[in-house]
């Protein structure tokens, strides 16, 4: 196997040790690459049927594109799509800094989604290089009372043994593509020819390179019009992919005060 073929069999390995564990499974879409790539990975696992539903917590700020490739995907790829709105601002934490506070909707939203469906585990796309709060996460990542995250607490993992025996009632997170990279998320999506949403390719010199909500995430300066183009890129930039977000240059723990209260 080649590189992509390892991190390929070790994501679906994880999926089906998270379907074969847990009865009431979910996996979250937020419509980017990385998600997308978990779509992927998921019908393979499954031979072309994902056997669980997809969130999508809307905070009704996302860019046309995305939305527009929401309602296309679902339907061509067949899934078992669940929307819920995210709250108002007004009802999330004012000691947030703004850009956290409105990411933060998300959260309450998932919360209320775990509740609503008693979901026992919640399938993931965060990957360990994406931010440094991140990469203190586990493949299978229990949760305390209301899917609070203590990074301080989680069990080890040595050698790709993940722990699946958790107590009764534990909240679990599941990363399968935390062992992934960007660079990993784009030669994948090159070779499978997985389809994104068009903002990720630039125009008039800018292009994203993380999707959020409109009024919290910005374009980054890149002419990389085609999939070739952003790998050629990113093998050379040292510009953070996450850079185009607000909530990443706010006040210092902004970042991993939402991952503590169970962001995603």
């Keep these: ?8 069999s070790q994501s679906i390995y994880i999926f089906r040790e998270a379907f074969n564990r847990f009865d009431r499974l979910a996996m979250l879409w937020s419509l980017g690459k990385d998600s997308n790539v978990m779509i992927w990975l998921a019908r393979k696992a499954f031979f072309g049927h994902i056997p669980f539903p997809l969130l999508f917590c809307d905070t009704g700020k996302k860019f046309p594109e995305m939305y527009e490739f929401r309602d296309r995907y679902r339907q061509e790829w067949e899934l078992n799509l669940v929307v819920r709105d995210c709250p108002p601002i007004e009802e999330i934490d004012a000691t947030l800094p703004p850009a956290a506070r409105s990411a933060a909707r998300k ?3 998932l919360k209320r989604a775990i509740a609503e469906f008693d979901f026992q585990a919640v399938v993931a796309g965060i990957r360990r290089d994406e931010e440094p709060t991140r990469a203190k996460e586990r493949v299978f990542s229990p949760r305390g009372v209301d899917a609070a995250w203590n ?5 080890p993992e040595f050698w790709d043994q993940y722990n699946t025996d958790f107590a009764p009632g534990t909240h679990v997170r599941i990363h399968p593509i935390l062992h992934w990279t960007e660079l990993d998320i784009w030669r994948y999506i090159q070779r499978e020819k997985i389809p994104v949403v068009p903002l990720y390719f630039s125009k008039n010199g800018k292009r994203y390179r993380s999707l959020g909500d409109t009024d919290i995430t910005h374009p980054v300066a890149s002419e990389a019009a085609t999939i070739e183009e952003i790998i050629a890129e990113l093998e050379q930039t040292r510009v953070p992919e996450r850079s185009g977000r607000a909530m990443d240059t706010e006040t210092e723990d902004a970042f991993e005060r939402l991952r503590t209260a169970g962001y995603m």
């Excluded at 990074?151 to 069990?155: A, G, L, N, S």
């Design 107 to 109: 959260t309450e939203a």
């Design 151 to 155: 990074f301080k607490d989680q069990p």
């Design 1 to 8: 196997m080649d590189h992509l073929d390892a991190l390929e």
